[in-house]
């Protein structure tokens, strides 16, 4: 039994999939196992796969009609025998140490369940996803990626190496309209799980127009808002209960639509900007900071786009005594 098993889903990667397996092949650390879970795939990839199989035992290739990246993952966890599980997809690198240095801080932590790394993208990259890459860049402890949870995913899934018996226990991932990382995490974090990174770059993701981020209607905008809500919700216990959402902005009000869905009263929104305040949108009175001095009793989301907003609100709130993760979260 190998001390971890790498889980790569292969679904048409053949222009990426062999650069993929030599950083894999390349690791310092020897005592793993890579699982192939090739995805129905119609190109050159369970030849790419079989080919690194026969010079590498480490390598086993697991064929299967085409289910999708829950299906595939969920088939994979089940093969695993190591106790850890590592992710990777086929398009991306990883650096030598990456799995040295992971196992090495889950070995050291025992209270650790899952460990990721600062990670690099690469290829096609926007100016937002450059600014995303910065942030889960920025966000490293487990209190900083907790308090950051629902503002976005702060793992990113490929970098990720996992204790086994946790990921089982959490019932590994889930089929819905939403991406299943970010639902991985969120349930994990309500589960009481213990995140870590290694501050050291030791992923590169390669980003292109085909990715399942750009095409899978599970990765949209959307798809992540509804998957932060019902976990929001969950978690809090928020349904029938009042909140106030600090945001009148577009953000804002998308948070404000996506709460009041799930049976969340909405007291009032709060801004800053004059030409808000005193109006009405969707349906409740656009009220001044100010009115949060005095805490009014309810929960409290601030839910903001404006670059630099989010740290000055935290620490507005925190100069009035609120308690991030009780009584108010930020919320994308």
């Not at 100010?290 to 709130?317: H, N, Q, W, Y």
């Amino acid at each position: 039994m190998s001390a971890v098993d790498v889980l790569l889903p292969v679904r048409d990667a053949a222009t990426t999939l062999s650069e993929t397996l030599r950083s894999i092949c390349r690791q310092s650390f020897p005592d793993f196992r890579c699982l192939v879970l090739d995805d129905g795939s119609q190109d050159d990839s369970p030849a790419i796969a079989a080919a690194a199989a026969r010079d590498d035992p480490r390598f086993v290739v697991l064929r299967c009609p085409p289910r999708g990246i829950v299906a595939t993952l969920n088939d994979g966890l089940s093969r695993v025998e190591a106790p850890f599980v590592a992710r990777l997809d086929a398009d991306d690198v990883m650096d030598e140490e990456r799995l040295a240095r992971q196992v090495e801080l889950l070995n050291a932590r025992p209270e650790v369940d899952v460990v990721s790394c600062r990670v690099q993208f690469f290829g096609d990259v926007s100016p937002n996803l450059r600014a995303y890459e910065d942030w889960m860049n920025s966000v490293v402890t487990h209190d900083e990626i907790v308090r950051d949870l629902f503002v976005e995913s702060p793992l990113a899934h490929p970098s990720v190496t996992v204790r086994t018996s946790s990921l089982r226990a959490l019932g590994g991932y889930r089929d819905l309209d939403q991406p299943e990382d970010y639902d991985l995490w969120l349930r994990a974090w309500r589960a009481g799980w213990t995140f870590a990174k290694v501050p050291r770059t030791l992923v590169r993701i390669r980003d292109h127009s085909d990715r399942l981020t750009r095409t899978d209607p599970r990765y949209t905008a959307r798809a992540f808002l509804e998957c932060k809500a019902d976990h929001l919700v969950g978690a809090v216990g928020l349904a029938g209960r009042e909140v106030i959402v600090w945001g009148a902005g577009r953000d804002g009000k998308r948070t404000a639509k996506a709460l009041r869905g799930r049976g969340v009263a909405l007291r009032h929104l709060v801004d800053i900007a004059p030409t808000k305040i005193g109006r009405r949108m969707i349906g409740v009175e656009v009220r001044t900071s100010e009115t949060l001095r005095e805490k009014p009793g309810c929960f409290l989301v601030v839910s903001v786009g404006v670059k630099g907003a989010r740290a000055e609100i935290r620490e507005t709130l925190a100069g009035w005594g609120y308690r991030e993760g009780e009584e108010f979260v930020c919320f994308g």
